[in-house]
């Protein structure tokens, strides 16, 4: 009878202590790209703690931008290694965070999700970025309001429509701001322009578009 | 009955530090309101009044999409924007899909055309293109 209690205490103990266990030096990662950065790439740093192998079953991402890789298949009991996180960009603006799920073969741990935020600068609001008339509306100008960040000082813009069929006049009103205002030569058929915003010095360039619609106008 | 008793409020103390505890991490509402949701049916039933745009990646959009569909993801959101804009009028609905219901596309694209192009009647689709297959069947 003692040895059966103590081959069970024992089973107990070894089932204890031969776990495997991914610990993880953190599981969420605040990148700051700059301008002009293509992508963030966030690393997620694990080691295994335990004494039994892990393996991925699977990584995934929430956001078809996202692509997720692991080092490898298997980490072996005090491996260390890493998820590598890229997030594409694109034209993508403000605070994005997307998630990375990882699974293992860890029963305690079957499920990390890995957290990956990027705060993309913002040099310019546009507000709006689209103007439109509807056919046969008055020839009055609309407004555009452009606001420069305060990490992104901005002393003049300049604006070119796609289109001659738009004229635009640039005005600064203060503390970093400029409004925008755009009148068609026309409304009595559909037209259309993209407007490039460009600060001065800048080689980078903000869009707007207007148009006249198809619509009549809504009074 | 005491037994019982004892049981749930023994239950209930971890739910209670858990739900502190995750305060702010559990979304308690759905992050777009049911007004501006639509589903396959609806959306079908506003027939020519309805302007599809897909905000999945442009691979995606390629292989396959809702007939007449407009592209608008947030890769090429400069560049494709003014494409969406001339097909676009005020009298028309604007339903925007991504892959699944699990998907964020669409929803971060449908806000940029609220609050950035401050567009109206633009809608998220419900179940996303997954659902729209189903219902094509």
Redesign the interface.
């Known amino acids: 009878m003692r040895t059966r209690i103590f081959a069970f205490t024992l089973s107990i103990f070894l089932c204890a202590i031969a776990r495997a266990e991914l610990k993880w030096e953190q599981t969420a990662v605040e990148l700051h790209p700059t301008a002009g950065d293509k992508e963030a790439v966030g690393h997620f740093k694990y080691q295994n703690t335990g004494s039994q192998p892990v393996r991925f079953k699977s990584v995934h991402t ?4 996202t692509v997720a890789q692991s080092q490898k298949e298997e980490v072996p009991p005090g491996e260390k290694g890493e998820i590598t996180a890229t997030f ?1 960009i ?3 603006t403000g605070t994005q965070v997307k998630n990375v799920t990882v699974e293992t073969d860890d029963p305690d741990h079957a499920t990390t999700v890995l957290t990956l935020k990027a705060v993309i600068p913002q040099e310019l609001e ?5 103007v ?1 008339w ?1 056919q046969g509306e008055a020839l009055k100008s609309k407004s555009i309001v452009v606001r420069a960040s305060k990490d992104f000082p901005v002393k003049q813009l300049k604006v070119t429509s796609s289109s001659p069929d738009f004229q635009t006049k640039v005005e600064q009103t203060g503390n970093g701001q400029f409004k925008i205002d755009i009148q068609p030569r026309e409304t009595s058929r559909a037209i ?1 322009a ?1 407007l490039l915003i460009q600060p001065e010095d800048s080689p980078k360039v903000f ?1 707007a ?1 207007a ?1 006249v ?3 009549p106008a ?1 009074q | 009955m005491r037994q019982a008793l004892v049981l749930a409020a023994l239950a209930l103390l971890p739910a209670i530090g858990q739900a502190i505890y995750f305060r702010d991490k559990v979304s308690w509402q759905s992050p777009i309101p049911a007004s501006e949701m639509v589903t396959v049916a609806q959306a079908r039933a506003w027939d020519g009044n309805v302007i599809w745009v897909d905000a ?2 442009d691979a ?1 959009f390629e292989r396959d999409h809702v007939p007449d569909a407009v592209p608008l ?7 494709l ?2 494409q969406f ?2 097909t ?4 028309k609905r604007v339903v925007v899909y991504c ?1 699944s219901q ?4 669409s929803r971060e694209v449908a806000r940029r055309l609220r609050e ?4 109206r009647n633009v809608f998220v689709l419900q179940g996303g293109w997954e659902e729209w297959l189903k219902s094509r069947k």
């Open positions: 929430s956001c078809g931008c594409k694109g034209d993508r546009i507000n709006p970025t689209f439109f509807g259309a993209k869009y578009t148009s619609t198809n619509a809504i | 999945r990646p995606e993801n947030e890769d090429r959101w400069n560049e924007l003014p804009l001339a676009w009028s005020p009298e892959s699990s998907c964020n596309a950035e192009a401050q567009l």
